[in-house]
C-alpha cells in the first residue's frame, strides 16, 4: 500500500482470517467494490497463517476466490482508529492511511488468553497458538524440550504437532475435570491417551 | 528473491529464510527483545501481534512489533531498553 493512502471501499473487511476471507469474496463476488485489511503479511489468520502460500487448499481455493473478485487485499495494515462514521485510520510500517467505507464488516477473530503465573514474562514461555504461528514464521524447534501447560484442547494438538517437528514435550498438563478428559479422548483419538491427576491431565 | 537474509541483532550476524519474522531471528540468537521498566528481559509470548512483548529498535525505530515484520539484509535489531 502507497504512502499516506486514501483508499474508499463499498465495503470494508477488517480482519484476514478465514472468515474475513469468506465475506470479502462473497462481497466482492455481488460486484461491489472490496477491501480486506489485515495486520499480517497475507491473508489466512492464524489458522492457516504460512497456507496460502504454504499449499493449504482451503486457504488456496479462497485466494483464488478473493483475486477473482478482485478484492483489494490490504496486507501489513493495522487499524488503529474511527475518527467518524465511515472512516478508519491504519498504520502501516512507514505512514498512516485513511480507509473510507459504506459497510463495514469486522471479522477480527480471537486470540488466547494468558492467565498469569509466576515466570510467565521469562523469555521463552510462549503462548501455545504463538509458539507454532513462531514454527509457521521459521523458528527451529528440533530437538528442543518443551512443557505444554494451561488448558483447552488446543494444548493436546500443540503438544502432537510439537512431537511431529521433533521437539521432546517433557510434560502436556491440562487443567481439567476427568469428566471432559475423557470426552476430549473420545473426541480426539489421534492425540494419544490423555490420563488424569488430580486437577490435571496428561496428553501422552 | 534471495536464499538467505543476513542481519544483526545485538552486533550478532545471522543468517535466515527468506519469510523469517525478526522476532523468530532474536530468539534464534538467544537475545531478549526488550528489557522490561523493572529491568527483566522479555522474550515474545502472542507471537501474532497482541501482546507487545516482541518490541525491539529496528534500523533506529524503537517500539517495532519483531513477530510481525519480516527480516530484511543489512536490518540492525537490537533490544528495546
Redesign the interface.
Known sequence: MSNGARRKFDVLVVGGGPAGMAAAARAGESGVHVGLVD???SPGG?IWR?GVEGGNPHAAAWMERLQAAQVAKLC?V?VFHQPEPGLLLAET?DTVCELRYDKLILATGA??R?LPFPGW???????A??????VK????IHGKRVVVAGTGPLLVAVAASLRKDGVAVLESLNALTKAKGTRWQARFPAFGEIKQEGDFARAY | MPSVVALTVNGISIEVAPGTTVAVAAMQVGQPCRISVTGTPRGPLCGMGICFECRMTINGVSHCRTCQIFCESGMDVTTNE
Open positions: 495486520d499480517n503479511f492464524q504460512g501489513g493495522r510500517k486470540r488466547e494468558f514474562t521469562l523469555p521463552n514461555v510462549i503462548g497458538g504463538g509458539l507454532q504461528a513462531m514464521s521459521g523458528l527451529s
